[in-house]
């Protein structure tokens, strides 16, 4: 066990969180050494050939892997601590660029279509004159319109018409001058407000469930109060979201989907997905992120060794 033994960090500003609890569980239990930053608390020293980042006065090139868990509200700034501890050459278990990319709706859907993943018809535009135009590229109404950067449901509108989808958009444009762009998806009729998360940890599904709205409300994420049942993925839906996750560069995803006609549409890829799953699924998903770091960070030490 001593040969296995690391010091672990886990990035995040809530110690409560259940997903954090979790990690911090599970890492201790395999016997490693596990604290937890608080990311906002951390300062980065940037000097020649000497980058570093301290918490509390304490060094953070101890710690042989980090686990980001940055808060989609601090994304800026956490990537920009990542960034600097991966500088440092420490294991991250998500890189900055990773995370970065997958908040930012219009890059992770330029991103998934390029590696080939199915996805909604989208269109992105700041343009909020040719909005029968827009609308009609993506097949008509209903159409959802989406913020670049919202999160959790949130800058998400369902609208039924095209009277409905100026107003929106209009009401978008006016509140985001400091440039959030706006993409208009197609609404999938078939997949009825009912959204799949998968859990992929490295290069598979550790676990799935699906999500309705509770009402009319057709966003379906947890946070907004869908309710998750278990579900059993096709080998499509796992293919699809493995190849989702990889697209983006992450090697810990919730991927969100949902059925069409056409097969499986990738929505969305979180770089730092609830454990709300484990809860609703009773698979365990701590254990299989703790053992991917284990191996991966200890073949990148072996690796540094020999001079790779």
Do not use: W
Not at 177 to 191: A, I, M, P, R
Not at 281 to 305: F, H, M, Q, S, W
């Amino acid at each position: 066990m001593e040969e296995k033994h690391m010091r672990i960090a886990i990035l995040s500003n809530g110690p409560g969180n259940y997903s954090t609890k979790r990690l911090k569980e599970v890492a201790i239990e395999r016997g490693h050494t596990v604290k937890i930053i608080k990311y906002r608390d951390c300062y980065a020293s940037i000097e020649q050939n000497k980058p570093s980042v301290s918490y509390k006065g304490e060094d953070l090139m101890q710690f042989d892997a980090i686990i980001p868990r940055i808060a989609s509200n601090m994304t800026r700034y956490g990537t920009a601590i990542v960034r600097q501890l991966e500088m440092q050459g420490v294991y991250t278990l998500s890189s900055s660029i990773a995370i970065n990319r997958s908040r930012d709706k219009l890059r992770s859907m330029q991103l998934l279509a390029k590696a080939g993943v199915g996805i909604p018809k989208t269109i992105f535009s700041r343009n909020s004159t040719d909005i029968d135009d827009l609308i009609d590229k993506v097949g008509g109404t209903p159409v959802i319109i989406k913020l670049a950067r919202g999160t959790h449901g949130n800058g998400v509108v369902l609208a039924e018409t095209k009277k409905a989808a100026k107003s929106v958009l209009q009401a978008f444009y006016l509140t985001n001058e400091d440039g959030t762009n706006v993409l208009l998806q197609e609404f999938v009729k078939e997949s009825a407000g009912v959204d799949i998360r998968a859990f992929v940890v490295g290069s598979r599904v550790v676990a799935s469930m699906k999500r309705q709205s509770l009402d009319d409300d057709f966003r379906s994420n947890l946070h907004k109060g869908g309710e998750g049942v278990p579900i059993k993925l096709t080998d499509e839906e796992r293919k699809m979201a493995v190849k989702a996750a990889k697209a983006m560069g992450l090697n810990v995803a919730g991927v969100d989907m949902m059925r069409s006609d056409r097969g499986p549409l990738i929505l969305e890829v979180n770089a730092s997905p609830g454990f709300g799953i484990e809860k609703v699924t009773g698979r365990d998903v701590a254990t299989p992120i703790i053992e991917y770091v284990e191996l991966n960070a200890k073949r990148r030490v072996k690796k540094d060794k020999v001079g790779a």
